[in-house]
């Protein structure tokens, strides 16, 4: 079984979540998503309680609220809130080691890197949706996306088929990158925009 470095897959992913949020206007935490019905506010908060969940079993770490149905739970420091889960999760993820084979996470026990991995598609994917909502040039990197598929196709259809989480994979866009074969893969329009 191809493997790649999970933890630091992760740390890359929650760098570009991190930025994402940053560059987020103040005017645009309502802003429509590529996840239908969701505002920007919303992403972030199923971001960090996406986090949460898949740690809650190997830390007191569980998520307050159902990260699928994401409430506007965020209060005025959202990137301070982002912060602390982000360090949380990872201190989570460093208790257990980049080599322990059986992880309890919410997908049954999977192995560290996969764990990690997982973590931080979610990360990456959610960041590209909250980056293209509020007009930032912040892409998903082609070698962020490379690693990240591995991920995905070990796990992506996993979740849909066992937790109807994901919604269906589109067709990529003919010569599509890494990237945008990634997003497509997880249910994403690789050139989705907001309505002008």
């Known amino acids: 079984m191809t493997s790649v470095d999970g933890f630091k897959l ?8 991190r930025t994402a949020v940053l560059g987020v206007p103040e005017d645009a935490w309502g802003n429509p998503t590529p996840c239908a019905e969701w505002t920007v506010r919303q992403v972030l908060n199923h971001a960090r309680l996406d986090q949460q969940a898949l740690v809650m079993q190997i830390a007191e770490l569980g998520p307050p609220a159902d990260p699928f149905e994401p409430a506007d739970a965020l209060d005025a420091d ?6 602390e889960m982000l360090a949380a999760a990872t201190a989570a993820w460093v208790s257990v080691g980049p080599d322990a084979e059986n ?41 962020l996306a490379e690693g990240l598929q591995v991920i995905a196709d070990l796990i992506v259809d996993f979740i849909r088929d066992n937790f109807h989480k994901f919604g269906p994979a589109l067709p990529a866009p003919e010569g599509a990158t890494a ?7 997880t249910g994403r329009d690789p050139e989705w925009a907001p309505a002008v």
């Open 78 to 83: 959202p990137v301070g809130q982002l912060d």
């Open 10 to 17: 992760l740390a890359e992913a929650h760098s570009y979540l």
């Open 179 to 185: 990237a945008q074969k990634l997003l497509a893969f």
């Open 103 to 143: 992880v309890p996470t919410p997908f049954g026990p999977i192995p560290a890197w996969q764990g990690t991995g997982t973590a931080a598609l979610d990360a990456a994917v959610h960041a590209w949706d909250i980056a293209k909502a509020t007009g930032q040039e912040l892409p998903l990197t082609d070698d």
